[in-house]
């Protein structure tokens, strides 16, 4: 994020949630839109990155966790991520990312994430 000037307003994020736009486009779009997060979750660390990157697509997709806590109940929270980004000339024009919905819910809901588990609701 140290060169922030490097991206455009061509930058796109896409996202599958409810309640979220599917496709925000620009910078100032995207910080818009995560201006909240503070304050539903409080992550105290991301990690167990790995780093895929395709020369020929300029691609690097990320996988990573989170761990932190949800903020108005301090119940755990934890999550994997995977980020599809594509860079031309040292700027980022696309950005994909994805999450388990399934896991934000069972934080939210003050509740251990269990796979196969159905949401409470």
């Known amino acids: 994020m140290g060169e922030s000037s490097s991206h455009t ?4 994020w ?3 949630q409810a309640d979220y736009p599917r496709h925000v486009v620009g910078r100032d779009n995207l910080i818009e839109l995560f201006r909240g997060y503070g304050s539903a979750f409080f992550l105290d660390n991301c990690g167990d990155l ?3 990157h395709s020369p020929s697509t300029s691609t ?10 949800v903020v108005a109940t301090g119940y755990p929270y934890g999550n994997r991520y ?3 980004v ?3 000339d040292r700027k980022v024009i696309r950005w994909r990312d994805y999450l388990d919905p399934l896991r934000v819910f069972a934080a939210l809901e003050g509740r ?7 949401s409470a609701g």
């Open 82 to 84: 995977i980020s599809v």
């Open 86 to 88: 594509t860079i031309r």
């Open 9 to 12: 307003e061509s930058l796109s």
């Open 112 to 118: 251990l994430f269990e796979p196969g588990a159905p």
């Open 14 to 16: 896409y996202r599958c």
């Open 50 to 52: 790995q780093v895929h």
């Open 60 to 69: 690097v997709v990320l996988e990573y966790s989170s761990h932190g806590k």
